[in-house]
């Protein structure tokens, strides 16, 4: 109230020195300024009190770390002074339509906004700060995510061993100084989880394997547009190429896929990746139904095979079990594996007395089918010969024990 004592000393002195009549109307209309002045300042004062009150800064410092804290009040303070002087000029002004009455309460609104901003910046911050931690500790995140957005997101959280990135606001944003390099909080994109479709495909041709029979062309389409519908994106490829590389591997593509996006042509390559994985997968649903319909035409002719192994059904059986083996292979040109055991992949012709065997080794890319033959000579003794074939139709046409 400074002024006020300034302004009543200055009124005895000028009653003093004026003549009454005079001094008696001056004091009249300087009281009446003085009152004015009051009233105005105190409509001043609680206009400015009033805008104070609306500038709201909840947030909660105890779940700060030191350097954020450091940084959020600052800004506060800052953003508070600015406000405060805003909201006195806007008081001041008796046109609320002038240009400086409109910058004022805009800049005013913009603070609010960035203070609405800071503090759900902040809650936010504290809940993915848990999660983070707490998915980097049980190793939840997809195997296809970068490691740069790994490294940004520890240093970001403060869980590496250099700490908390260090931070500063700007506009109510969160920034974080990673290697020299300024990040949006709000910019940070989410680290990818595994994603549902490699699981998928491998419950797919799980369930091919089971058909016993070669997949249908209506099927094979079906499945070309769900996979069409399903690997639409880079964070989806990734996790197909990446998280489940023993049940689906992709060497090749991975290593186009790590290259590309390293020298920022990933966008660029994208189709011709989706396009290649989608082809494999494909092919690779088919391969499967035809390994378990080789398998289950081999377990189904054994089973039906009679005691006696001379029979013509029993040849019968045992040839279209071996024929099954050899599609299979011959369709995957020796690559992959059935699903049998080695007495699957045996055979045995003929009598008691003079048995053949007849073994499918696929290691022996060239000539995979072995015939031994068990003879008993003059002196009972049992001898034993050992033939490799290229395949069935070369037993046939090199002995007669096929006919």
Partial sequence: MADKGILAASAKLAQSQIPTDVAGEFMKTFSAGVEAFEKERAGIQNEV????????????????????????????????????????????????????????????????????????????????????????????????????????????????????APVSIQNGHFHFNVDGELVRYDKVQG????????????????????????????????????????????????????????????????????????????????PDLIARTKNIILTGFQDAALEGKAAYDARTAKDADSSNNDTPNALNSTLKRMKSIQDYYNLNKGVGALDLTPDDLKFVIGGATSPISIVFKPENKNSPWEVTRKTLDENGKLTAEAIQYRSIDDIRDRTTILN
Avoid: W
Wanted: charge should be negative.
């Fill in 49 to 164: 009190a009033t805008f104070m009150s609306s500038l709201k800064t909840d947030i909660d410092f105890t779940s700060l770390s030191p350097e954020m804290e450091k940084a959020t009040r600052g800004f506060l303070t800052q953003g508070k002074n600015e406000f405060n002087e805003l909201a006195n000029k806007v008081a001041r002004i008796k046109d609320p339509s002038s240009e400086g009455y409109q910058n004022a309460v805009d800049r005013m609104n913009e603070i609010q906004r960035e203070f609405s901003t800071l503090a759900g910046e902040l809650s936010s911050y504290n809940q993915e700060k848990i999660n983070t931690a707490a998915n980097f500790d049980a190793n939840a995140y997809s195997k296809g995510v970068a490691h740069i957005d790994l490294i940004l997101r520890k240093n970001r959280d403060g869980l590496s061993g250099a700490g908390m």
């Fill in 191 to 270: 680290l990818a989880m595994p994603s549902e479709i490699p699981v998928k495909i491998v419950e797919n041709a799980a369930t091919f394997s089971g058909y016993n029979r070669a997949l249908t062309e209506q099927e094979v389409n079906a499945q070309s547009i769900y996979l069409d519908e399903s690997l639409k994106d880079s964070t989806t490829l990734a996790s197909v190429l990446f998280d489940y590389q023993t049940e689906l591997p992709f060497p090749e593509i991975q290593k186009e896929f790590l290259e590309a996006r390293e020298n920022g042509t990933l966008e660029e390559k994208l």
